[in-house]
């Protein structure tokens, strides 16, 4: 094979499949976050409740100063607590299943809350079990998720994101606090963030008066506090560009552009190029090491 033809080739296989440094999410992989601050016993009992051993899963660890980090400014120092107990277990799953949680001992954030923060934080398609040994308010397992799935994808999640994701969970515990039902006050949220994505409000009060026709819509009442704070979070979510809508679209775009280009005649030559490449390079292996 010729020089020439030899860097050619790896070119082209370099520009078909570059080196990333983030890691593929293969579906059924798992990943446990703990709270740093569990006793033997106890963390063990999670690990069993996970049907996991300490020796076969990635485990990541959460602390109390990460929680107060990340929730802080939302909620007082006496609730977030002095002891990171909440812990959970992240199954990846395949594209477009979701994202499905279920809780057992936490008390503050519910299953929907979870779900909706963890969209905003860009989570996606994952089955996650949230638990812990005695009731706890639950505020740990986000960060320990967000945390984890960082260390799974390879991918820094925004530091902003994080925070608007822990908001948006305290808020709607704050909304459910109010007297609104949890299904509601997740739907509103849900709604708010649908409308923003599609309308772009350009000012503060496009974005109050967003918030005050879906809560109207839900028959949900908003006192002034309230609404001041909601308009402060969208704000947030509407400067983080997260496009809530087109996710799927552009991995279909995606996939057709590569089975356009695989079926062409300019695709199948290129391709067959990269095998003889690889063959070529095994064939060189196999001569070195038969000598």
């Known amino acids: 094979m010729k020089k020439r033809q030899f860097w050619l080739i790896l070119l082209v296989a370099l520009l078909l499949f570059p080196v990333t440094a983030s890691a593929d999410l293969i579906a059924g992989e798992e990943i446990v976050t703990l709270g740093e601050d569990l006793s033997a016993s106890d963390k063990q009992k999670i690990l069993n409740e996970f049907g996991v051993s300490e020796n076969d899963v990635d485990i990541v660890y959460v602390t109390n100063e990460e929680e107060h980090k990340y929730l802080g400014e939302f909620i007082p120092a006496s609730?977030?607590?002095?002891?990171a107990i909440s812990s959970a277990k992240i199954t990846i799953g395949n594209k477009g299943?979701?994202?499905?949680?279920?809780?057992?001992?936490?008390?503050?954030?519910?299953?929907?809350?979870?779900?909706?923060?963890?969209?905003?934080?860009?989570?996606?398609?994952?089955?996650i079990q949230i638990s812990a040994p005695f009731q706890v308010s639950g505020t740990g397992a986000l960060t320990g998720i967000i945390k984890a799935y960082?260390?799974?994808?390879?991918?820094?999640i925004d530091e902003d994101q994080k925070l608007v994701a822990n908001e948006e969970m305290v808020l709607t515990s704050d909304l459910v606090k109010d007297g609104v039902n949890e299904e509601d006050a997740t739907e509103f949220f849900r709604k708010v963030k649908e409308r923003i994505s599609e309308e772009k409000?350009?000012?503060?009060?496009?974005?109050?008066?967003?918030?005050?026709?879906?809560?109207?819509?839900?028959?949900?009442?908003?006192?002034?506090?309230?609404?001041?704070?909601?308009?402060?979070?969208?704000?947030?979510?509407?400067?983080?560009?997260?496009?809530?809508?087109?996710?799927?679209?552009?991995?279909?775009?995606?996939?057709?552009?590569w089975d356009d280009f695989v079926s062409s005649e300019e695709g199948k030559g290129i391709i067959d190029a990269i095998i003889n490449f690889f063959k070529a390079?095994?064939?060189?292996?196999v001569s070195v090491f038969s000598k």
Do not use: C, H
């Open 79 to 83: 609730q977030i607590g002095s002891n």
């Open 150 to 156: 960082e260390v799974k994808s390879g991918e820094k």
């Open 201 to 257: 409000p350009a000012s503060d009060q496009d974005i109050r008066t967003i918030i005050q026709e879906v809560a109207k819509d839900l028959g949900i009442t908003l006192d002034d506090q309230l609404l001041d704070k909601l308009v402060e979070l969208f704000k947030k979510i509407k400067d983080l560009n997260i496009d809530w809508n087109k996710v799927n679209d552009t991995l279909k775009s995606a996939k057709d552009k």
């Open 97 to 127: 299943d979701g994202i499905v949680v279920e809780t057992k001992n936490i008390t503050y954030i519910t299953n929907d809350m979870y779900v909706n923060a963890l969209a905003t934080a860009g989570i996606e398609d994952a089955k």
């Open 281 to 285: 390079i095994w064939d060189w292996f």
